[in-house]
Structure formats: C-alpha cells, structure tokens
C-alpha cells in the first residue's frame, strides 16, 4: 500500500528536503517535536523495522550513516536521538519505515 512517504519520495508530494541519493531521502518533519526533528526515509517500501528483511539491513547502515552527517550539519552532535516506531501501538503513523533524527534541545528521558 502506498504511503505518504511514498508519494514525497516519487516526488508527487513536496517536502523540505535536506538530503537525498538512490536509497534515502531526509526531509523535515512537519510537526516538529524539537528544533531538528528530520525524517530519514529509506525508499525502498518496507512498511515497519520489523518488516525488515536480513538481505535489507545494509539499509539500517545507510541510515545511520545518513544521520551521522546530518547531524554534524545541523550542530546536533552534542547530543541527538535517532529512533523509529515500530506499529501503532510504538505510535507509528505513516506506514513506511523511516527514522526520526531529533536534537537540538535537552531531551528528556521520557520514552511512554
Ligand atoms: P511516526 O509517528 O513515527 O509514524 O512518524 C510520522 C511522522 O511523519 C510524524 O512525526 C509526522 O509529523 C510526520 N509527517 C507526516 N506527514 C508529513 C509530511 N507530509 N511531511 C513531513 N513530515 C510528515
């Protein structure tokens, strides 16, 4: 089933794209929880983590590494969280696998 998140990465949807290649776009999200709150998108269309194949994790390390730059470019390095949802119930609302990469404040220790 196709996703929000698919259409912005067929480009059908605009967003405020800050990085793309041939396997991930990062865009920011629209209701930010801190002053960078970025969306890490593989495209490929897996539609949760859990969803993930063993012969797709190269993908988890495209993320990171994604993350990694994205960070020093937004001068989060002091501190920053990456993390995903994982089905409605983590509270996940798109349905296609991405990554939140969230800085830029102190983060409380909050997690439910
Ligand atoms: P999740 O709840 O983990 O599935 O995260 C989905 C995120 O996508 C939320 O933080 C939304 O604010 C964000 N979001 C939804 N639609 C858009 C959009 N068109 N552009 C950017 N971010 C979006």
Redesign the pocket.
Known sequence: MSS??DQ?IEGK????KVYEDEAIIA???????APV?I?IVPKKRVQKLQDLDSKDMHILEDVVKVAQTLAKKFNILEGYRL???NGAL??????HL?F?LIGGKQLGHQFG
């Open positions: 929000i998140f912005i949807l605009p967003c405020d865009f920011h999200d629209i209701a930010p929880q709150h969306l993390l995903t949802n983590a509270g996940q609302t798109v349905f991405h939140h």
